[in-house]
């Protein structure tokens, strides 16, 4: 099952967020403080694996458009010092049952990111 995942950085007081589509469902969190861009799409990849594997996704398919992190969780390219434990955390996550793959998709087709995208529904007032 594909899983699209992404990460983003607002001004604050919002700061970063993240966006999971699992299933045609979106989570997402937002508010989560402050922090880099890189530091998000980690927590989106975090939050990915989760879902995937509480929801028994057997052979997930983790899609995202940020090619620096794919390539350091994949082992690809060493994961910078500000990020090893972002990393550590992530590889000590339980996986979903099947395959687990990681996979980099552009930006345009990546439909977490496209959720990121819309504004922040504003909450009521009064």
Known sequence: MKIFFDGGLRPMPAGMEWAVVLGGHTHMARGLGAG??????????IAATRLAH??????A???????????????????PPAHRAQFQLWSALPRPPGRFR???????????????????LRQPTG
């Open 61 to 79: 398919v983790l899609l995202g458009d940020a090619a620096a992190v794919i390539a350091q969780a994949s082992g690809d390219v060493r994961v």
């Open 102 to 120: 990681l996979r980099h998709v552009r930006r345009t087709q990546n439909l977490a990111g496209i959720a990121l995208a819309r504004p922040p």
């Open 36 to 45: 880099t861009s890189m530091a998000a799409e980690w927590l989106a990849l």
């Open 54 to 59: 509480a929801q028994g996704i057997v052979d």
